[in-house]
């Protein structure tokens, strides 16, 4: 089961960019989730979570709300340490590690709840993103020996570049709790994309977002995979969203891997209809 | 150097400012007091405006740039204190020279109150939650204690250090040879100390502790930092050590705070451990709330006109703390109000764009 997404890539028609899916099978995965699992008070929120994303992949998860995805993510991040399960990160155990430790090797993410730094300025926000990539200690700092300085040149110039793809360089100096919504998800993709990751957690990514800045945050994201070539794991409930751009998708429900596969297949499955018109009938 | 100025971000301006606000009223103090037209009180008064500016800016580091609360900070300027006092007092046949003795008095004070902030933070700084304001408070009644019933003396043998914990001991319990010095006398305190703190070393200290803390703010470091103060999950979710970078502002301030205790102390001829008790660390707290949490410049201020005020205003006496808590409400609202601050962004262009990153 774990290998199908993974070779269902083949299966994908190529989508809207150049790079052929099978490019990832050469490559070791970057991400293998195998029986992942936690309990909140003797109820489990995931079970038995199966995953393998490929390297350059876009992959969605989604699944009606409380269905357990952003848990998933925070299970991945060490938010949450895993009751059971292992999850490898480029072949590598997270077992043990702080959330620091897991984003330092390799995974970054956005929050459901925007999560910014709100007091602080867009600018800075990057630029802490950007921590472990500047170099220099917190004395050359009070003394600002010329490490400091050409360090910090740096730090600006990768900031006001990362902050280019989203074309919000001008917004640079505005407190980040200040901007508008859809800005302050723009922000927080910036600010993990800075921690240079290799795989980018992305919890419902255009939500709040009108149709056209939605459209425009697809076509960055498949831009963003492309130019940095890094795996893409995304939540959302922008179905148009999901479809477009998810070379894999997998489904939850109750905490539980309903099914797996390319969009056209997802759309297709009876299981995931009923999970979703259930839902309906509920709310 | 205009255009070099324009092109400097706002927070750096406000910086600057810091600085040549600082400088400019050391020098017409200095001037004044040349003139002869400060009174005695008002001289009195100059170097523990010096160390309680220090101890605001750095309990600032703590409480407005970490975003923890310390309700011990006076603790710290204790351990600085008495091991300032030591030091100048054990040295003052080797090192006759006034201001060597007086800087390594500073620079022990640091170490020592650094090592026990690293001490204190250490446990509390993992856990997630408010614990370090109770770990604070009872950690400057704790070292309130341990001093109160410290003996130290020294002879040509060196220091005798001696913990009368049961009340029996006394001075004599310390087997003091020829020549020697009653250093710390319990609950007495430090006594017959020579003044050698002065002004000009309170303003070289006041400026050192805001280099420090002005450029850590405004590095990785000091980003790092407030990152914590604004979301620790998120800071912890870009790579960001939340332990490593809460210590080092922590004990930074407790350094800060031990330099500006060790002058304290040298200011005086006597100083017991009763001087820096829970109201001193309530007071400090008090001047860096009014000040604005995270306001470098507001915590100078607040130090000043909060520290001077009572003094002044003794000719008022039935009036005197009535005007006090005015005056306690105005500085408020001057450092913490909006309207306030976006008047103050037309008289500093584009002031507004660089509040983002907390002046
Ligand atoms: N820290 C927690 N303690 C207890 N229950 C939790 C916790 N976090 C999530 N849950 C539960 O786990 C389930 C899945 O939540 P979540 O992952 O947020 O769903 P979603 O799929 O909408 O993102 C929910 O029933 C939620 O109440
Ligand atoms: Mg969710």
Redesign the interface.
Known sequence: MAKKVFEKGKMVPVPSHSIIPERDLYKSPILECSHLGIDFGGLAAVKDFNITVGRTEIAGLIGPNGAGKTTVFNLL?K?YHPTRGTILVDGMDTAGK????V??MGI??T?QNI????????E?NV???L??Q?R???LS????LPN?WK??KM?HESAMELLSIFDMQDLA????G?LPYGAQRRLEIV??L??NPSLLLLDEPAAGMNPSETVELMENIVKIRDTFHIAIMLIEHDMNLVMGICEGICVLNFGQIIAKGTAEEIQNNPVVIEAYLGKQKEG | MKNYFKNMKTITKVDYATYLGVIAAFVIVTLLQSAGMLTRSMTGMLVPICCYICMAVSLNLTVGILGELSLGHAGFMSVGAFSGVIVSMSLQSSVPNELVRLVLALVMGAILAAVVGFVVGIPVLRLRGDYLAIVTLAFGEIIKGIINCLLVGWDENGLHIALNIDGTKTMDSLHLGENSIQIIKGAQGAAGNHRIATFTAGFVLVMITL??VL??V???????V??I???R??????????TKYKL?AFV?SAALAGASGALFGLNYSSVSADQFDFNTSILVLVYVVLGGL?NIWGSIIATVVLYVLPEALREFSDYRMLAYAVVLILVMLATNNECFKAALSRVIPKRR??????G
């Open positions: 991040t938010v702080t959330p620091a430790q984003n330092r970054a993410r929050f999560r910014l730094f709100n007091n602080l300025s867009v800075d630029k802490i993103g921590h472990n500047t220099y200690n917190a700092g009070i003394l600002r400091y360090q910090e730090a100096g505005h407190k980040a200040s600010r993990a800075a921690t | 280099i420090i450029n850590l405004r590095s990785r470091t000091g980003r790092a407030m990152a103060r604004d979301n999950i998120a800071a912890e979710s870009v790579g960001i050590n939340v080092i930074t995270g764009k660089g509040a983002a990153a907390n």
